[in-house]
């Protein structure tokens, strides 16, 4: 076997090494020129394998039979490291689980010794040999001088053995942007010239100030109330002026906190439709939406509702009180829908109000009649709560409320003007003339005609009281005039002495009269004696009359359909008529106040949007929203498509007046 051959050896030679005697060199000369003659380099042992040696057997060795030992054992070695770990598991963010790898590393280090070894041709070489004869140049260049090896220092001499210049970089961490970005704040460009008179004007209300504060200190109050009472005074001074300066801001603040706030009816209003119309059979409802209240207004009544044409979420209420033995200031105030917690503007009135009007084109212009009788105008540009115009008893104001205000088209020296009617029995045309409120009479209302006013001493007949009116939508100089006694006039602005038709309406005052927005011959009326009539101007007799079994306040006609109108009743009720739906009863009849008592006073169509305002007896006014039916469009064949426009409004009023005009006629 070659286990024991090798055990064999390996004794001899440590016995050959333990046997050495320093007698042999004879024969070790001898050996070794033999050696050098025949090129064999013999060890220093060899006389010892000359002799026999016996062979040593371990006392633990096996004892194998030949068949054993002539069997032939196949080992295989393999490179795989013994201690490597075989169940190495890694988290997959593929598969989001735990997977086992496959492949392990089996390589161990035992030993690593870095070599020092340079390759000739390398550059690392080539470098080291440029240095080396730079040194060895300089050497000899050197002077031999004490001195100079003294200021000289010697240049350090890399080891040229076992040196290598190595370079190593550290890792840098990536580098990681981080941005916001903000809506930039709004931005306005403000620019003014500053002329002689415009310093001049600032200087001397600077001066003024400087005056006041100086009078002030030389006045020597007698009462330490007198100072408290001062120092109040200049404290809100400042803090209006503080004020000032963020109320623009504050009012934008406002509208957003309560949009959050009403985010719900908000959604209601721009996108809410009434699915359940579909299975009312042509009924409607109304879904309520915001409702407006002052607290400093909580007692008076909505006495007038009005909506700006240009700014269409922006109204006006007038608030008064209809019980006549308890009457006292009134209060103007303007709301927006985008802000339903707090007015927009408030004018205080010493007298109740009972009417106004807003102008088409210059919205910021208001209207406005009093119990009083007065009349005057307000501008929303102007600081202050003062009206810039005011009638009075100089310059002809009436003597008894004015019940009804509105706007004209300008006259021929482009001054505005507007008509009022009073229970005096005038009906009167303001004109803004300057600083001042010009009138004219137009017509002077009379049980018997109208009459103008006639000379000294002539009898005059017993007036009658107006209540409402309204001016013609296309022909300028017709308008109608509703009076206590229940009949409606039709008059002229330039025909005076006499009425154009009377109509015997109602049994009690006419509350309200309006022509409709599409037809020139239609309009209607309401009164206190229950019933809403429309009438055809043309005709004597009503064309419609309905019944609401309680006092109705006011009517008003939609502006997107020639028959549909609403009607408020003092029982808190609001009805909704679509002639050419329904032409016998309401299509909705809805309560819309949360007490009993509460009495509806008046109701306005928002001129674009599909909602109306309802203003009561306790301040309160309540913004309602139309469900698809009560703003139903008829519907197109197919393929034909409908016509748009007024032209169709009319056509749709002059087919249901055809149908009741049909039979007056054949009987004729």
């Known amino acids: 076997m070659p286990v024991s051959n090798n055990n064999v050896v390996a004794s001899v030679r440590k016995g050959s ?54 069997t032939e054992l196949t080992r295989i070695l393999t490179a795989n490291n013994p201690h490597a770990p075989q169940n190495i598991v890694r988290y997959s963010f593929k598969e989001r689980s735990y997977k086992p790898t496959s492949v392990v590393d089996q390589m161990a280090v035992h030993f690593v010794l870095d070599g020092s070894l340079l390759h000739q041709d390398s550059d690392e070489a080539r470098r080291l040999r440029d240095g080396g004869e730079v040194g060895e140049a300089g050497e000899e260049d050197r002077p031999d001088s004490v001195a100079s090896k003294t200021d000289k220092k010697e ?12 370079a190593s970089q550290t890792l840098n961490n990536p580098l990681r942007e981080r941005s916001c970005q903000t809506e930039p704040p709004p931005r306005s460009i403000f620019s003014a010239t500053a002329n002689q008179w415009e310093i001049y004007d600032a200087y001397a209300e600077e001066l003024q100030k400087q005056e006041k504060s100086k009078e002030k200190q030389k006045a020597v109050p007698s009462k330490k109330d007198n100072d408290i009472s001062k120092k109040k005074m200049m404290l809100t001074e400042t803090q209006s002026d503080d004020i ?31 699915a359940s119309d579909e299975f009312r059979d042509q009924e409607g409802t109304l879904l309520p939406l915001w409702k407006f209240q002052y607290d400093k207004a909580k007692r008076l009544s909505v006495a007038a509702l009005c909506w700006n044409k240009k700014y269409q979420d922006l109204f006006a209420v007038g608030m008064g009180s209809y019980d006549f033995s308890k009457q006292g200031c009134g209060m103007l105030v303007f709301y927006s829908l985008k802000n339903s917690a707090f007015p927009e503007y408030i004018y205080p009135t010493s007298s109740g109000i009972l009417c106004l009007d807003i102008h088409e084109q210059h919205s910021y212009l208001v209207a406005v009649g009093f119990y009083d009788g007065c009349v005057a105008v307000y501008n929303l540009k102007e600081e202050g709560v003062e009206p810039v115009y005011k009638s009075t008893a100089k310059t002809g104001k009436h003597t008894d409320p004015v019940w009804q205000v509105r706007w004209q088209n300008d006259d021929m020296d482009n001054n505005h003007n507007f008509y009022s009617v009073s ?53 300028d100089y017709l308008f109608l005039v509703g009076t206590e006694e229940g009949k409606i006039h039709k008059c002229s602005k330039t025909y005076s002495s006499q009425y154009l038709e009377t109509y015997d309406a109602h049994s009690m005052a006419v509350d309200a009269v309006k022509w409709n927005h599409f037809h020139p011959k239609v309009f209607i009326s309401c009164s206190s004696d229950w ?20 006092a109705v306040g006011d009517v008003a006609w939609s502006p997107y359909s020639s028959t549909v109108f609403a009607a408020v009743t003092t029982d808190g009720t609001v009805h909704v008529f679509d002639l050419n739906i329904n032409k016998y009863e309401a299509i909705c009849q809805q309560p819309v106040v949360a007490k009993k008592k509460t009495k509806l006073t008046h109701i306005e169509f928002n001129p ?37 426009g007024p032209e169709v409004e009319v056509a749709k009023m002059e087919k249901l007046l055809s149908l009741l005009r049909e039979p007056e006629q054949s009987t004729v």
């Open 531 to 550: 019933t809403v009539k429309i009438w055809d101007h043309t005709i004597n007799t009503p064309m419609f009359t309905f019944d609401l079994l309680a």
């Open 423 to 475: 229970s005096d029995g005038r009906v009167v045309s303001w004109t803004l003339v300057k600083n001042e409120l010009v009138f004219t009479d137009i017509i002077r209302l009379s049980l018997n005609g109208a009459v103008s006013e006639g000379p000294e001493g002539a009898q005059q007949p017993s007036i009658a009281c107006g209540t409402s009116f309204d001016f013609h939508k296309q022909i």
């Open 608 to 644: 674009i949007y599909p909602i109306i305002i309802v203003g009561d007896d306790r301040g309160y006014v309540t913004s309602l929203k139309l469900s698809p039916n009560l703003r139903k469009k008829p519907k197109s064949k197919k393929g034909q498509e409908m016509p748009k």
């Open 244 to 274: 000032g300066k963020v109320d623009k801001a504050s009012k934008i603040f406002e509208r957003m906190v309560n949009q959050n706030i009403f985010d719900d009816i908000a959604q209601d209003f721009k996108y809410f439709e009434d």
């Open 155 to 166: 240049p350090k001499i890399t080891n040229q053995f076992n040196f290598s210049e190595r």
């Open 17 to 70: 090494i333990a046997q050495k005697a320093p007698g042999a060199k004879s024969n070790k000369t001898s050996s070794k020129k033999k050696d050098e003659e025949e090129g064999v380099d013999t060890g220093d042992g060899w006389d010892e394998w000359s002799h026999g040696k016996a062979l040593t057997k371990p006392p633990d060795q096996l004892e194998l039979t030949e068949e054993e030992l002539k």
